[in-house]
């Protein structure tokens, strides 16, 4: 009989169905998937949903809750979600543990296929209610919505099953009368995964990816993306996904983490969301080195400091807009954000004025309003802290337009440029996480001293882009800017990474830069093992080299 992993490695000759970036629906009216979406928003924004800890299957509602609300209209509640126990944390552990054993001797292309019908169902019957739950509760337009928990998700989900078909393919060379195997074996122990608010694809990527190659997982998701999140897991279970191999933890995250992070059967940390939480969870896992079977993976894309640098060359028109798009879209709270913005004196009224003028048209309010470019930041916290940036600007920059806040019905804060003299500004240098973009107006002769004050401003490296016409311009910041970002950008925003064709990470404070969408993520959660098989072993110990002279 066959042991498991040769089944693998021979099942690895299958072929997943071909795969393609899902085509983003435009929900313009009159649109069929307009009016659908519509009535799945009117339906579900007078639901209540009563969101359980979901550990091995089963569905736990302790008692201990919270509300999920709107972002734009923070008196309206969409449901409840349970905070897990620690007991529940506990016997996650021991669901992973339960699970792991069957579900990683699963060949790959049936665990594969898991994911395939989630996608599937996803780019058809499940499409609304994930839009309509991520619009709902994180305040994202319509389009924004369908690009991240739609697209986005159903991409990761095909393409990952694409790369595990090419990875366990990857086989050493055999002589002759020897086999050479790799077996591409997962964790051993769970992976926790922690997911943010700002991303629904995030949620299922970062529990899914270590699933698919093996791994059983505990997922702690944001708790201001609880109804996202929550559907997420329920698409998971309608694919197929058998009980143990996802179990979905909501709760606190101090005492969660506590618990997880201090366990023998640490496997690995896929993470997504602040530099500091990261630093935190390394600090805690690295004093902690001999409680673990095994070095835990720990995989993480943390905070960004965005940037665009135009060049004299630079189109005007096709700048303001990568600048009003990447700075303003889903309020500024994509890690990817354009957050800084270095523009030539030579350049800077035109384009200051075409942003003015964009950013007074934009909509901003309730995301059912599909006139709406803008919808509120995720909670108060979220609007206190930009706040804070707010009276900085007032203190040390001029605010060129918007500027306001408001939270009496929801948390909006207006699209805002603000224009700063000093490049080491705290607004340059700072993660802000908001509809708020910092320009330095530099004179044109010094393009390239200023492309290496963008290098050194920020401790990120997460995206960037340059805006230049010239040639030699792009050459130039290719050279002065290839590590500040690990998305780079040319004469585009620094938003909108595709699974499949940018694979999405950055280093330095921005995390690990395991690139998200690629199959180098998912190398992250095997353990490779080499295999020598021989099939006329010699019998006689000595060498041809050790005969008579």
Known sequence: MMSDFTVASLAARRRVP?????????HAPGTPERASLKQRLASMAGEHVDIP?????????????????????????????????????????????????????????????????????????WRDTLNAATMLGQSKTAFQSEIDAACELIDFFRFNCAYVEDLYGEQPLSEKGVWNQTDYRPLEGFVYAVSPFNFTAIGGNLSGAPALVGNTVIWKPAQTAMLSGYYVMKLLEAAGLPPGVINFVPGD??????????????????????????????????????????????????????????????????????????????????????????????????????????????????????????????????????????????????????GTASKDVGYFVAPTLVQVEDPGARLLCEEIFGPFVTAYVYPDDQYVETMKVVDRTSPYALT????????????????HLRNAAGNFYINDKCTGAVVGQQ????????????????KLNLLRWVSARSIKETFSPPKDYRYPFMGEE
């Open 18 to 26: 071909a795969v393609v970036n899902e085509p983003i629906r435009s």
């Open 53 to 125: 800890v979901i550990v091995n299957g089963k569905e736990y509602r302790t008692g201990d809750t919270a509300p999920v609300v709107m972002p734009h209209d923070h008196a309206h509640v969409l449901g409840t979600w349970h905070k897990a126990t620690p007991e529940l944390v506990q016997e996650a552990i021991a669901a992973t543990a339960a699970a792991r054993d069957e579900w990683s001797r699963w060949a790959w292309e049936d665990r594969a296929a898991v994911f395939l019908r989630a996608a599937e169902l996803l780019s058809t019957t």
């Open 253 to 402: 995250p101090v005492p969660i983490s506590d618990a997880l992070l201090s366990h023998a059967d640490l496997g690995g940390v896929h993470f997504t969301g602040s530099t500091t939480v990261f630093n935190s969870m390394w600090k805690t896992i690295g004093s902690r080195m001999g409680a673990y079977r095994s070095y835990p993976r720990i995989v993480g894309e943390t905070g960004g400091k965005d940037f665009i640098m135009a060049h004299a060359s630079a189109d005007v028109d096709a700048l303001a807009v990568a600048i009003v798009r990447g700075a303003f879209e889903y309020q500024g709270q994509k890690c990817s954000a354009c957050s800084r913005v270095y523009i030539p004196q030579s350049l800077w009224a035109g384009v200051r004025d075409r942003m003015v003028a964009m950013m007074a048209d934009i909509g901003m309010g309730d995301v059912r309003d599909f006139r709406n470019f803008m919808g509120a930041v995720i909670d108060e916290k979220s609007f206190t802290k930009i706040g804070g940036y707010l009276d900085e600007a007032r203190a040390t920059g001029t605010i060129i337009s918007g």
């Open 464 to 479: 960037g882009a340059i805006f230049a016409d010239d040639r030699h311009a792009v050459r130039l910041a290719h050279t």
């Open 503 to 518: 694979p999405f990470g950055g280093a330095r404070g921005s995390g690990t830069n395991d690139k998200a969408g690629s």
